[in-house]
């Protein structure tokens, strides 16, 4: 299983971004699908997740602030971000666990994408 993540980039505090991630394999059956970050010298950290029947969850960190959705047809998730915060800054990683032609993954990463809020 692929992962496939864009969108990250430069933005001022207050500002907005839209991350995507698209799943790849064969016969894939997603559960999960969450987005991580990684700040330099600290640790990865859980952002949110969305399950296949579209529950969430999210770090207290970014409640009220980010939004994840997936579209399941696609096997994308996406984490809207908004009212941006220099804390924000770091490298966000998408994670999926499901099935793919049969065959259980778990923590399928994508490449990441660097995110940086200038304050």
């Known amino acids: 299983v692929q992962l496939q993540a864009s969108g990250g980039g430069l933005v001022q505090a207050g500002g907005s971004l839209r991350l995507s991630c698209a799943a790849s394999?064969?016969?894939?059956?997603?559960?999960?699908m969450s987005w991580y970050r990684q700040a330099p010298g600290k640790q990865r950290e859980l952002v949110a997740f969305?399950?296949?029947?579209?529950?969430?969850n999210y770090a207290d960190s970014v409640k009220g602030r980010f939004t994840i959705s997936r579209d399941n047809a696609k096997d994308t998730v996406y984490l809207q971000m908004n009212s941006m915060k220099s804390e924000d800054t770091a490298v966000y990683y998408c994670?999926?666990?499901?099935?793919?032609?049969?065959?259980?993954?778990?923590?399928?990463w994508g490449q990441g994408t660097q995110v940086t809020v200038s304050s």
């Open positions: 394999g064969r016969s894939l059956n997603i559960n999960v």
């Open positions: 969305i399950t296949s029947g579209g529950s969430t």
């Open positions: 994670s999926a666990d499901g099935w793919s032609a049969g065959t259980p993954f778990f923590g399928s």
